[in-house]
Nanobody, 120 residues
Framework: QVQLVESGGGLVQAGGSLRLSCAAA????????MGWYRQAPGKQRELAAR???????NYADSVKGRFTISRDNVKNTVHLQMDSLKPEDTAVYCC??????????????WGQGTQVAVSS
């Protein structure tokens, strides 16, 4: 099995910064994609940012220029640096990883989610 453990959420004022981290552990052979999704109250879950094992990134338009995603392929970790936070960034942020296990099966795994709250 594979587990994703997130950390770094919290409460911050508008204009502030937070850094989210996610560590994947378990029966991992490789991880192609790692990313962060978010879900605000009453809204559908949406992609915030994701990154391939080769370092190619993809951001939601709403976070471009403010969020930076990075990963460490050796440690199987992904980070989301969030700057210039806005109240509309308030959401539960979940880590996602597309994992190929040591048994060569491919599955999507999700973290438990971490709350980010931005006050105006």
């Amino acid at each position: 099995q594979v587990q994703l453990v997130e950390s770094g959420g919290g409460l911050v004022q508008a204009g502030g910064s937070l850094r989210l981290s996610c560590a994947a552990a378990g029966s991992i052979f490789s991880i192609k994609l790692m990313g962060w999704y978010r879900q605000a109250p009453g809204k559908q879950r949406e992609l915030a940012a994701r990154i391939t094992s080769g370092g190619i990134t993809n951001y939601a338009d709403s976070v471009k220029g403010r969020f930076t995603i990075s990963r460490d392929n050796v440690k199987n970790t992904v980070h989301l640096q969030m700057d210039s936070l806005k109240p509309e960034d308030t959401a539960v942020y979940c880590c996602n990883a597309e994992v190929r296990t040591i048994w060569r099966t491919k599955n999507d795994y999700w973290g438990q989610g971490t709350q980010v709250a931005v006050s105006s």
